[in-house]
């Protein structure tokens, strides 16, 4: 189920709106009807002190007199219906009508005492006040009850809390549009960058415009960039190694293809397994390429993700160089390892890291004359693990050092087969690893000196 960003920051806007104009609907309702009733209780009680004052004696008895005017403050399209009570200091009827509930509790001195109750099976609203009467027959305080019905106060309720509820409702109504406008103001560049990310040409790779949108969408937008520059970088190292590849075994393939033909068309043993020799050596060539090709892409910025690891690469040094005795020996070069006499602990690709000293040290031997000496050296110098490799061949010039990392540079003139990958497999594995390499002549000249340089692993803590 899709969902709607818009949608969502309306309804978290309007949600907590809508819940605060009912809260304030409910308060509303209730104030108007304070309102109301405190206007009814205050007309009740001006009514009922125009009858209290007309309250007196006249010849022996207590009489009260009915002013129009006492009546006429009730006046209104409700036509509510007005009843009213006055009993003397005994509880005599003196006027008014018998059925008019009394208070539950008579006033208290000169304070009204208001109420509700029923006359009639109509609702009611009464005020009682309580009069005092100068009389030496019934001397006291008189009762004045006045009431009324609820159509009109009902009536001023509705249109005190309508009318504000109405007003709430429409600043609701006029905030929900604002909303909603400014919420398609605000998700405009949002849109667009989805409009242009649909409409653009699945090929193109182009960094998106991250100006004209908000400081929230840009940290987006960098990350989209990344992630496309990731993309053109995996990209661009593909069509290098299809390049490499197809560039370094064309020239083998078509070698083995002419090896091939000759050997179909020649009759004698000797010179059919010449050629099959030739074709096996070209295999085992075009074999080497590949893995040299494949370590390569591995090592480079934006090749498969390293899994590093803490390892010794005192270790691993040790066995890459052991797995090239063989070569030594046939060579008759004299090869030597000093190691640390302590773990020398780095963070890297155990595989990366071994190409990398069976590159250097297989370079050695094969570059410089039978009977010569390569030493591999390794040591601890302050945060760095180094790895050098010294031999006593001829040595590389100075104007050539650079050049060497090429990818397929050879030295000429040059005897040896080779595919020139292999120190550019070494620099791609340091920078990997984010380490330096350097080359440099032996002391005393000539010869050659490779320095390795690696991040040394901060040691593990103790147990406990």
Not at 116 to 123: H, M, S, V
Not at 210 to 238: C, F, K, W
Not at 318 to 332: K, Q, V, W
Request: cysteine-free.
């Amino acid at each position: 189920m899709s969902r709607s960003l818009r949608a969502e920051l309306l309804g978290w806007l309007l949600l907590p709106l809508a819940a605060v104009v009912a809260f304030n609907g409910w308060s509303l309702h209730r104030d108007a009807t304070r309102t109301a009733d405190l206007i009814t209780d205050r007309t009740l009680l001006a009514s009922a002190r125009v009858i209290a004052e007309q309250v007196k004696e006249a010849d022996g008895r207590i009489e009260s007199m009915i002013p129009p005017s006492a009546l006429e403050m009730f006046a209104s399209p409700d036509r509510d219906k007005v009843i009213y009570r006055v009993l003397s200091p005994s509880g005599e009827l003196i006027a008014g009508f018998p059925d008019v509930v009394e208070p539950p509790m008579r006033p208290r001195g000169l304070e009204p005492a208001y109420y509700e109750g029923q006359f009639r099976t109509q609702a009611m609203r009464a005020v009682a006040l309580a009069q005092p009467v100068i009389s030496k027959v019934d001397g006291g305080n008189a009762l004045v009850i006045v009431a009324t019905t609820l159509h009109g106060r009902d009536r001023l309720v509705d249109e005190i809390w309508l009318t504000s509820l109405r007003d709430q409702l429409v600043l609701v109504g006029i905030a929900a549009l604002l909303t909603l406008f400014g919420l398609r103001r605000g998700l405009a560049p949002l849109l667009r960058l989805r409009n242009e990310l649909r409409s653009r040409n699945p090929e193109s790779l182009k960094a998106l415009d991250r100006g004209g949108v908000q400081s929230e969408l840009r940290p987006m937008i960098d990350a989209l960039n990344h992630a496309l520059e990731r993309v053109q970088a995996y990209i661009a190292l593909q069509r290098r190694f299809v390049a490499d590849a197809s560039h370094q075994l064309r020239t083998p393939l078509a070698v083995l293809k002419t090896q091939v033909a000759m050997a179909r068309r020649d009759d004698d043993p000797q010179m059919r397994g010449e050629a099959l020799a030739a074709i096996e050596g070209g295999v085992d060539g075009m074999g080497r390429l590949v893995n040299q090709l494949l370590t390569l892409a591995r090592a480079e910025p934006g090749g498969a993700a390293l899994r590093k690891e803490a390892l010794d690469f005192g270790e691993v040094a040790r066995s890459a160089t052991e797995s090239l005795a063989g070569i030594a020996f046939d060579r008759a070069i004299d090869l030597s390892f000093d190691g640390a006499p302590e773990p020398l602990s780095v963070v890297g690709h155990v595989t990366l890291l071994r190409e990398l000293v069976v590159n250097l040290v297989e370079n050695a031997l094969r570059h410089i004359p039978r009977h010569g000496a390569v030493s591999v050296r390794l040591a601890r110098e302050g945060g760095q693990v180094l790895l050098a490799v010294e031999d006593n061949g001829p040595g590389i010039a100075a104007a050539d050092r650079e050049r060497v990392f090429e990818r397929f540079h050879r030295l000429a003139p040059s005897t040896i087969e080779g595919t020139g990958l292999g120190l550019a497999i070494v620099k791609e594995i340091v920078a990997a690893h984010d380490g330096a390499i350097l080359l440099m002549e032996t002391q005393p000249p000539p010869g050659l000196r490779v320095e390795v340089r690696l991040p040394a692993a901060a040691p593990e803590p103790p147990p406990g």
